[in-house]
């Protein structure tokens, strides 16, 4: 396959995952579109490694994924914390620090 | 006497009397009024006698020399030093102003002692003598400069210790605050002439390239044939800042109210020394002057207007100070008519007589001013009710007067001396420098000449006039009544200036002339002076038939009584009205120049100042509060927004990365 | 290029397209989760295709194994599938979705304008990303950052443990207590 569907398909995904940190309340469902942001970089890291031959593009992916792993898992800590501080997960409720 | 080594003593002038200021300051409390007094005088007396070394030494030397002191400012090319001049134009301002101001220290232990008794407040008698010396130090400054920003800082020096003198009795005055505006009146007159002077000195040191006389009058020349425009704009804004100094048309009217001060200081400022200054300098710069024919034309005309002026004014007036005040006035503009002419010798001689008779006649006035304070105490004591009121009732007003010559003899003597010498009557002082400037004006500007001669008339009547109302006659009030003579320390300094203004003559009488043949080492352009038999027998016939014509009108049939009208009132009728009030020139300046003023610093002041200056500040600060007001509502606490603004900005980067 | 191919990569690609849009679109947080998964295991199967075999079965391991395992777990904990309707915040929606479009816009452009174009993907030798091969990568040349990621799960776990601690009242510790001494007066 050609390199562009690899890329087109990184770049939608992508742009998918933006739209759902951006548009969603639900700060789990923010963190699973951050998954998915990584995900599409990840995609390209794979296929430009292939296109060029050399495996430290796949060695980066695993080290993404190791990163989100723990940053995946100190986050929905944070989650529990708070709902238990304020009974409620919406997004929008976490406003205390406005200017 | 080796002038090599009087020379050194020069700076001496000047700190004697700052010593005798230091020494005042300190010690005063505990040295008492006598201590305080002897200080001062010996202060003065010493500074006297240092000029009188410097007059001894110039004697042999008469090129003069100059002293040099301390490097005052280098910058660049340009050097103002502080040297004193010791030649005879300066040696004799210092002696006039050393000896005079001796003599009015020591009279001023007696005029304030009394004031002290009075008026309470003994602190006043430290403060009096410590300006006092100020005043002799600044004027010896400005004298003995050699170059024009000296004789600035003693210019700016005196016009300081007037004004404080001025409004010595700061308390005092219409309202409690009418001393304080004299005096403030003085000095904001003195500034604007200030200005001129300053713009003299601007335009000097541009077109010289330096202040000092020397170096400036050698230039004169080849500056006058290359801009001629240039040394008239210099002498005329000199002239501004003579008219302020030395009280001519149209900045005279500072002197007058300064009447409000203390009587010797009267004496001392406003007769002897300070107004002279101006005088002073255009001697100084007739170089300058000579240069420039139309320059000489102006300044003449203003002395002689003035003169004539002065004198008209003088004729209505009651304050016995008032009188001479513009009387001051008048023979100003006969000084200065004679230094515009080019007749600087001439001027030189009237300044130094003058300083004599009129120091002598204020010093008489405030005799008779004690005595009628006394007389006025006396009768109050005794339980009269006819007096009036203590604050209603004037010791200065001419009308209370009369009959004087009975009750303060010594007084009317030395007053009449120098009321004689005033009016210009053979053999006194008077005569001799007056008849002077009138023989120069008759060979060479005949106009002024008759204005002169008419100012002349005035003088002796408004003379005859005062001598009148205040020793002939009946005793118009209590206060005239019981008056006594003054203490020896007022008389004695009396009867030395009257012998002074009796003999003063002599200086430059005429085939000898001392005077010119010691003035010609340091005056630009010295023509020798003519005695003219025609004119001095003119001169002395308009003061004679000046005298008999007042004696007439004011000696004959004398005032009965204090309220009742001038005799002139009726006959001159509406010009005498003119003549009381100063031809309204205060009203005129109050209309046409400070009201508008005010006017104007209270429109800058409310809707500029507080409007457009603070509303550009505060606006600014207002704007900046407001924007960062309304950008705060970026901050509104919710992750979402934020992390679209974080978008925005990633959308920005990657725009300009595809556009670049 | 081999229908069969074509068909295959084209199922690929659309699997992971609406798996992501479902997972944007979604109320209940827990269809979110499984949309997730999908993608992960399409974008495994990508991976296979990529010739990095050992990436695959770690992404399907790691990813959808455990890390979809500790979501949907929080999910059930929270309570979070609810709904949350009515977007508070005024146009968040409008603009988020116009500069998401742009940003797509600039990438594709930036794409076409200012990179030299790419050519196909070149036949992947077999052994290309075995694990003996990506194992000789790591711990030669890349030591050092797998070193730190070691510590990075750590600070992450220490984290995570930290933050979730009860904030209760202290429980009386074991050993001497003193005894309360009555106020006197």
Known sequence: MPMSYYLILSAAMFAIGVLGVILRRNPLVVFMSLELMFNAANLVFVAFSAYHQILDGDLFVFFVMTTAAAEVAVGLALMVAIFRAKRTIDLDEMSMLKG | MNFETVLPLAPWVVFFPVLGILLNLLLGKRLGEKGIGTIASLAAGLSFGVAVLLALGLAGHPEGATYPFLRWLAVGDFVADWNFRVDTLSVTMMLVVAGVGSLIHIYSIGYMHADVRHNGDPDRFRRFFVFLNLFVAAMMILVSADNFLMLFVGWE?????????????????AGGIANAQAAKKAFVVNRIGDFGLL?????????????????????APQVATALPGVILAITLFMLLGVTGKSAQLPLYVWLPDAMA?????????????????????????????????????????????????????AVGQYDIKKVLAYS????????VTAVGMG????????????????????????????????????????????EGHHSAFDPQDMRNMGGLREKMPLTFWVYLIGALALAGIAPLSGFFSKDEILADASLHHPAVYL?????????????????????????????????????????????ILA?????GGLLNFPTTHWLEKWLEHSLYGVEPARFILSVALISLAVALTGLLIGWLVYGRKPLEDARQPDPLARPLNGLFLALEHKWWVDELYQAVVVKPYLRLAQFLAQPVDQGVIDGLVNGVGNLLRSTAQSWRRIQNGYVRSYALTILLGVVLVVTYLVLR | MDIGVLLVYGILGLTVIVSAVGLIVSRNALYSALFLVVNFVAVGLLYLALGAPFIAFAQVTVYAGSIMVLFIFVIMLLGAENLMLDEPLRGQRALGILLVVIFLAEIVLYYLLRTTPLQAIP?????????????????????????????????????????SKHEGPTRPKPGIQKPETPVEG
């Not at chain 2, 304070?373 to 009768?379: I, L, Q, T």
């Not at chain 3, 030669?140 to 776990?157: D, G, M, Q, S, W």
Request: proline letters at 3%; glycine letters at 8%; aromatic letters at 12%.
């Open chain 2, 157 to 173: 020096g005196v016009g300081l210790c007037s004004y404080l003198l001025i409004g010595f009795w700061f308390e005092k005055g």
């Open chain 2, 199 to 219: 713009i003299a000195i601007f335009l000097i040191f541009y077109n010289f390239g330096s202040l000092d006389f020397e170096t400036v009058f050698a230039q």
């Open chain 2, 261 to 313: 001060g203390p009587t010797p200081v009267s004496a001392l400022i406003h007769a002897a020394t300070m107004v002279t200054a101006g005088v002073y300098l255009v001697a100084r710069s007739q170089a300058l002057y000579q240069q420039v024919v139309l320059a000489q034309d102006v300044v003449m005309w203003v002395g002689a207007a003035t003169a004539f002026f002065a004198a008209t004014i």
């Open chain 2, 328 to 335: 001051t006035i008048s023979q100003l503009g006969f000084m």
């Open chain 2, 343 to 386: 007749a600087a010798v001439a001027g030189m001689f009237h300044l130094v007589t003058h300083a004599f008779f009129k120091a002598l006649l204020f010093l008489g006035a405030g005799s008779v001013i004690l005595g009628m304070e006394h007389g006025h105490e006396h009768a109050a004591a005794h339980g009269s009710h006819t």
């Open chain 2, 451 to 495: 204005v002169l001669t008419a100012a002349a008339f005035l003088t002796a009547f408004y003379v005859a006039r005062q001598l009148a109302m205040v020793f002939f006659g009946k005793p118009r009030s209590e206060a005239a009544a019981g008056a006594a003579e003054s203490p020896a320390v007022v008389t004695v300094p009396l009867v």
């Open chain 2, 499 to 503: 012998v002074l203004a009796a003999v």
């Open chain 3, 123 to 163: 036949a992947i030798p077999q052994t290309f990303a075995s694990p003996a091969e990506i194992g000789m990568l790591l711990f030669n040349h890349y030591l050092l950052p797998f070193e730190v990621t070691a510590f990075i799960l750590l600070a992450a776990t220490v984290g995570a443990i930290l933050l």
